[in-house]
């Protein structure tokens, strides 16, 4: 019966061996009565013990060991058994797996859908970065969720009406002619959306690989490094032609 609560059959022969007899023994006896090896005995009796199965004591320099009695051995294991039942009951809610894999997004009405439906199950912070144009579709649920409580970031290549409270805009530079359009979405520090133009086309991915996560928030965040010190110091850098002919390189 011990083996059904996940005793080995050993440590079952052991308390076997002490419950019946009635009475302290010391290891050789155990060994002849129980049957488990002598190598293996010191073994099994340490992990009886540590499993408050078994007491141990020292009599007359000699070593001996007493069983719980059968009793006690039984409440003991009920309320064990109940008790890991109520854990299970906490734990019940199943783990979800971490879901690291990268999906391509094809067609601009596909992201966008997918895009406001990401949107919509935010539920602690929000970034965003695109062209004005396409941001527009965004901008009123962008105020609502800002207004629910979640942290919203919004840089918009070009200027935007809206009322947030951490705007950046970029206003390209007239020569900035490799600049494409693209859109980045990042929700709860969890989820992105990342989508560009190829070959006249919008082409997309969508992923909630932790690596991905953390590469797109710095990206997003570098480009709002650049926005702020394009913001301050334009003059200077459009001034510098090294830095200019570096900032028209850019793709995005």
Same mark, same amino acid.
């Given at each position: 019966?011990?083996?059904?609560?996940?005793?080995?059959?050993?440590?079952? =022969?052991?308390?076997?061996?002490?419950?019946?007899?009635?009475?302290?023994? /010391?290891?050789?006896?155990?060994?002849?009565?129980?049957?488990?090896?002598?190598?293996?005995?010191?073994?099994?009796?340490?992990?009886?013990?540590?499993?408050?199965?078994?007491?141990?004591?020292?009599?007359?320099?000699?070593?001996?060991?007493?069983?719980?009695?059968?009793?006690?051995?039984?409440?003991?294991?009920?309320?064990?058994?109940?008790?890991? *039942?109520?854990?299970?009951?906490?734990?019940?809610? =199943?783990? %979800?797996?971490?879901?690291?894999?990268?999906?391509?997004? +094809? +067609?601009?009405?596909?992201?966008?859908?997918?895009? %406001? $439906?990401?949107?919509?199950?935010?539920?602690?912070? #929000?970034? #965003?970065?695109?062209?004005?144009?396409?941001?527009?579709?965004?901008?009123?649920?962008?105020?609502? =969720?800002?207004?629910?409580?979640?942290?919203?970031? *919004?840089?918009?290549?070009?200027?935007?009406? #809206?009322?947030?409270?951490?705007?950046?805009?970029?206003?390209?530079?007239?020569?900035? /002619? !490799?600049?494409?359009?693209?859109?980045? #979405?990042?929700?709860?520090?969890?989820?992105?959306?990342?989508?560009? !133009?190829?070959?006249?086309?919008?082409?997309?991915?969508?992923?909630?690989?932790?690596?991905?996560? %953390? *590469?797109?928030?710095?990206?997003?965040? $570098?480009?709002?490094?650049?926005?702020?010190?394009?913001? %301050? $110091?334009? /003059?200077?850098?459009?001034?510098?032609?090294?830095?200019?002919? *570096?900032?028209?390189?850019?793709?995005?």
């Amino acid at each position: 019966m011990l083996q059904k609560f996940g005793f080995s059959q050993y440590e079952s =022969k052991v308390y076997e061996t002490l419950v019946s007899l009635e009475e302290a023994l /010391d290891a050789t006896t155990i060994v002849k009565y129980s049957g488990v090896p002598k190598a293996k005995i010191y073994e099994v009796l340490a992990r009886m013990i540590e499993k408050g199965m078994v007491m141990d004591s020292i009599s007359e320099k000699k070593k001996l060991y007493a069983a719980l009695p059968l009793n006690l051995a039984i409440e003991k294991l009920t309320t064990e058994f109940q008790g890991n *039942i109520k854990q299970l009951k906490k734990n019940k809610n =199943k783990k %979800k797996l971490l879901d690291d894999r990268v999906w391509s997004l +094809k +067609k601009d009405t596909s992201i966008r859908v997918q895009s %406001k $439906h990401l949107i919509e199950e935010a539920r602690k912070s #929000i970034r #965003i970065s695109g062209w004005k144009d396409d941001l527009m579709e965004y901008l009123p649920l962008l105020e609502d =969720k800002e207004k629910d409580g979640l942290n919203v970031e *919004i840089l918009g290549v070009g200027a935007l009406n #809206i009322n947030l409270k951490n705007l950046y805009t970029l206003i390209p530079a007239k020569e900035h /002619d !490799v600049l494409e359009r693209f859109q980045l #979405i990042i929700v709860d520090d969890q989820k992105v959306i990342f989508a560009c !133009v190829e070959d006249d086309s919008w082409q997309a991915i969508n992923t909630m690989s932790k690596s991905f996560v %953390k *590469i797109f928030t710095e990206f997003f965040y $570098h480009d709002v490094a650049l926005t702020k010190i394009n913001e %301050k $110091h334009y /003059d200077l850098l459009m001034n510098d032609q090294e830095i200019r002919t *570096i900032l028209m390189k850019l793709r995005y």
